[in-house]
């Protein structure tokens, strides 16, 4: 099912005036697609901290009873409470520590060959949201293997699935304050790339409320620098996604404040698409089957849309 044939589920009329009350979001349905991803990342990471036969049984035991033995579908509270279970299993705090760091210092490597490229492009803002959609790439829960530079090539000339960039560049001109909410390790230094080319006069960056996955915390913010630059964040929530009923207090303020916002990557897409609000432009690859088919896209396709347009 498109967009297009889609319910559109508005933001309440008194959002801007009443920020105490968290608004009900639609998310992105899940079927039996995600769920078997899922599975087969919790595979992949038994494999990584080389788990025991005990260590195996008592994680599907919690899995199996999170899941509802594979009967239910999975939201991203339910992802969260996963990741929970799993690190209390495995016995370690961030389970993609390693990557994390890995994926910054790579991405910390092209920033060095890009920052001075971009000035010789007629248009480096728009260049530097193409970069800033092919950081999405890094991303451990869904791809355990991907070729950064290979993926920061191609952007660069490919056509866009969807291209609301123009909408997107006009709206930085004319906002008074610019929320970016950022989704993974590593694909943050494009952001934080992104955020110094279009030289927006008060940006506010959002990371998660603690570690999940490989998504951004405040740590990971701080060490590619982007508390320089912008203002940080966090959303006081630990799902891969943005969970408003969840979110804490101070980000609410900031997210409700804002006139324009950058969701990056899917897990933003999935958990805020349901909203209709003009104000949220998604930056993404459909890196999935079951993304791509709701943008009525091809998978890997690479996308800026604004909210409102296909909803």
């Not at 899995?63 to 992802?79: A, E, F, L």
């Not at 060490?223 to 408003?244: C, F, K, M």
């Not at 896209?297 to 996308?303: A, C, D, E, L, N």
């Amino acid at each position: 099912m498109s967009f297009n044939e889609k319910t559109n589920i508005q933001l309440e009329q008194d959002k801007a005036t009443d920020n105490s009350k968290p608004i009900f979001v639609s998310p992105l349905p899940t079927d039996e697609r995600c769920l078997s991803c899922l599975r087969n990342s919790y595979e992949r990471l038994m494999t990584k901290f080389e788990f025991s036969e005990e260590q195996r049984e008592r994680f599907q035991k919690q899995y199996n009873r999170i899941t509802q033995d594979g009967t239910i579908k999975i939201g991203h509270k339910k992802q969260r409470e996963l990741s929970a279970e799993f690190r209390h299993v495995a016995g370690v705090d961030d389970l993609y520590a390693a990557e994390k760091e890995l994926s910054n210092r790579v991405a910390l490597g092209l920033y060095d060959i890009w920052k001075p490229r971009l000035v010789s492009f007629p248009n480096p803002e728009l260049i530097s949201l193409r970069l800033a959609i092919a950081g999405n790439i890094m991303d451990y829960g869904v791809h355990h293997d991907f070729d950064l530079e290979e993926t920061v090539n191609s952007v660069i000339t490919a056509r866009l699935a969807i291209d609301d960039s123009a909408k997107l560049l006009d709206a930085v001109k004319r906002s008074e304050k610019l929320l970016v909410i950022g989704d993974n390790a590593g694909e943050i230094v494009f952001d934080k790339l992104m955020i110094e080319t279009i030289n927006h006069k008060s940006v506010y960056y959002a990371v998660r409320g603690g570690v999940v996955l490989n998504d951004v915390t405040v740590r990971d913010a701080r060490e590619v620098g982007i508390d320089r630059i912008a203002t940080v964040v966090s959303n006081g929530y630990n799902a891969p996604a943005t969970v408003l009923s969840a979110c804490s207090q101070e980000f609410l303020d900031h997210f409700y404040s804002a006139d324009l916002i950058i969701a990056k990557g899917q897990g933003n897409f999935e958990s805020l698409y349901g909203l209709g609000d003009p104000r949220i432009y998604h930056l993404l690859m459909a890196k999935c089957h079951v993304v791509a088919e709701h943008l009525d896209v091809p998978k890997g396709s690479y996308i800026i849309v604004k909210q409102g347009l296909l909803w």
